[in-house]
């Protein structure tokens, strides 16, 4: 190796360049964790739904997408986003890679927060919302006031641990040209020739963020929620933990 | 549709999904062995085996997939290490030592924790029989963590089968890198993607429904 590359990560300039990058990842991360909060919830409850209509597109939503790679749902909105979105916003449209990012993002991540949730809300006492029926409450209330609040306190952990594989994956929306952090060590080692400091140096930053919210998570998870759903989690985990 | 049922290039979909299967299957055995190497440096009574262990876990999934891949794909020929002189066997095998190399964290946690799950009185009995300590992991415990083991293991080749899809970043022609290719030649962009969609579908579908019937018979049986 040649340590005479390595000057570059002092320069105030370079870093202010990979400062960006991490900025673009972390606006990307929180803006795609809380669209996929949001469409998570609803394919959550759409799944729980006692209505036939509503809980078989769910399913078919939340296995079909989590069937396919995440890569893939983000290049096809990179090159198809604009077109799907002309309709609404007129023939010159253009979708900002940011926001391709996002729904292929989004729409990943949504399909895992749904089983999170499914999973917390399943795993709560039946009597809670027996009881809360009881007393007169109607189903909206009863979700909005008993069942969510319970379940999502109880799954705080695991959606933490999703916000990691978010940040992880946001890399692969630097591969369809938008800029982030994996983007801005790209373009420096181009530049200068020097992918194994410029890659060390990310990955460092990458690891100091992720590290920092797992064990967080961790710490977060303990004596929490009953075994079976520990289980379930540590499956949806497993399988969709992505780059 | 009609125009890319005729397309010259679909040879493309098979051979991708071909090279998709191999990538799967090849670092699923990779990650398998250093996985179980790394699970027995985590257990074992010996401090820096331990902290090596914990050190590449930690290290190895808390950094994305695509800037590790990068890494052995520049790093690898820096260090002195050539994979093939060939490029496109080059970006292949990279791609296999990036994808074992990041599931075989994944593995390591999953084999560690079925080796804990063994109940100590049979470790205790094994050893107190005269057995060494390598000789109660082959004989003993590495056995009875089996049942424990499998079905969180299929749940990581799931993760990995998707997970090939990242070895088209550095130049694969895999199932993802196909479709890619045949949108590029054909602007057919819904039946490229599609297609391909549905061919990853047709590999995780079956194998998620295995699972669960895995889960559901060792469950059973323990």
Known sequence: ?243 | MGIIFEFPDLYLFPSGLWVTIQLSVVSLIGSLVIGTVIALFRISPIPPLRWVGTGYVELFRNTPLLVQLFFLFFGAPLLGIRFSDEPLEFNFRAALLGLSLYHAAYVAEVVRGGLLAVDKGQIEAARSLGLSYLGMLRYVQLPQSFRAVVPPLANIFIALVKNTSLATTIGVVELLKAGELIESRTFRTVEAFGSVAVLYLLLTIPMGIGVNWLEKRLRVAR
């Open chain 1, 1 to 243: 190796m040649r340590p005479d590359t390595w000057h570059l990560f002092i320069d105030p300039g370079i870093l202010r360049f990979f400062a960006e990058g991490l900025m673009w990842t972390v606006l990307l991360s929180i803006t795609s964790i809380a669209l996929s909060f949001a469409v998570g919830l609803l394919f959550a409850l759409g799944r729980l739904s006692t209505r036939a209509w509503l809980r078989w597109p769910s399913i078919a939503y939340v296995e079909g997408v989590l069937a396919v790679p995440v890569l893939l749902l983000i290049v096809y909105f990179s090159i198809k986003g604009s077109s799907l979105f002309q309709p609404f916003f007129g023939e010159d449209f253009d979708l900002p890679r940011f926001w391709a990012g996002v729904l292929g993002l989004s729409m990943y991540t949504s399909a895992i927060i749904a089983e999170i949730l499914r999973a917390g809300i399943l795993a709560l006492p039946r009597g809670q919302s027996e009881a809360a029926r009881a007393l007169g409450l109607s189903y909206p209330r009863t979700m909005r006031f008993v069942v969510l609040p319970q379940a999502l306190r109880a799954m705080v952990p695991a959606l933490m641990a999703q916000l990691t594989t978010i940040i992880k994956d946001t890399s692969l929306v630097g591969t369809i040209g938008f800029f982030e952090l994996y983007r801005s060590a790209r373009i420096i080692y181009t530049q200068n020739f020097n992918p194994i400091e410029a890659l060390g140096f990310i990955s460092i930053i990458y690891f100091v963020i992720c590290f920092t919210l797992s064990q967080l998570s961790r710490r977060l998870e303990l004596g929490q929620a009953p075994k079976d759903v520990r289980a379930k989690l540590a499956e949806i985990q497993l399988r969709d933990q992505v780059a």
